[in-house]
Structures are given as C-alpha cells and as structure tokens.
C-alpha cells in the first residue's frame, strides 16, 4: 500500500508541476504563417506609402501655384524661370509691387528631399511646378514618375 501511496505522490508532483507551452513545431506553424501574411500585405502597404508622397508632392505643387497667383497679383506678372520659386519668399532685385514673402518659411522641398522645379514660360502650361519624383531624373513610373501642376 505504501508504494502505491508513494507512487500517487510522485505523479501528482510531476504532473501538478508540469509547465505548458507550445511545441517547436506550433511555433514553426506559426511564424510560417506570418511570413506568408507578411509577403501578401507587405507590397499592398509599402504602395500606400509612395502614393501618398506622390499626393503629398500634388499638393504642395497646388500651395505652390496659389502662391505664384498671389505674387502674380502684387506684381502683374509670374516670376521668371531664373527667379524660380525663391521669389516667393525673397525679393527679386528689380521687382516693383511685390508684397511678400507668399510662403510660411522656406520654399518647401518635394516628399523625395529635392527642390520642386520651375519654368515660367511653361512646357505644359502657362508655367510649370514639377518634381522629378523618387529617382530624380524624368520619366518613370510608380515613385519615379513626374509629379507636376499639369496632373
């Protein structure tokens, strides 16, 4: 009776004391499924961000152009391209009528940290306000394409 009693004990002593956890392979199961998450979602959100520099540079571009009306206003003409945006926020030498600065601080860089390009007579339009995107040079798609007051 005694062997059976002491039996009982030593089971209850290991099995009260018993720790749960996941097996190798759970975890295995688990972390495979997370990187197949992973590889689905991934793309999907790494495009949402470029699209939203893309945006970004879109309305900077609009603020831009509200800005050039405004001086268009004060000075009865857009600056030239060798003025470029920097009239904006500087006096041109020569420059009758302006009111500024048109712009809180600094002309503002586009989302990729280059500075927006200006061309007054325009390409596209009467003037131009484009960033060149992520690559920095013209053309592209995705990140890299042009980003412009035409789109």
């Known amino acids: 009776m ?27 199961v688990v ?40 001086y268009k206003l004060d000075v009865g003409r857009y600056p030239n ?14 420059t009758a009528g302006w009111n500024g600065p048109y712009l809180k601080g600094d002309v503002p860089q586009d989302p990729w940290k280059q500075d927006y390009l200006y061309k007054y007579p325009g390409e596209r ?3 131009d306000i484009f960033s060149y995107g992520q690559n920095g040079s013209p053309g592209g798609d995705g990140e890299d394409a042009d980003v412009g007051n035409w789109q």
Do not use: H, W, Y
């Open 31 to 70: 972390l495979a499924i997370l990187g197949l998450l992973m590889s689905l979602v991934g793309p999907q959100v790494l495009n949402q961000l470029g699209g939203a520099k893309t945006k970004t540079a879109l309305i900077q571009i609009r603020d831009l152009e509200q800005a050039l009306e405004m």
């Open 125 to 127: 339009g009467e003037l």
């Open 2 to 28: 005694s062997f059976t009693r002491t039996s009982a004990s030593r089971r209850q002593r290991f099995t009260g004391n018993k720790q749960s956890g996941f097996t190798l392979m759970e975890l295995l």
């Open 81 to 94: 391209t060798a003025q470029g945006l920097q009239a904006l926020v500087e006096k041109p030498g020569g």
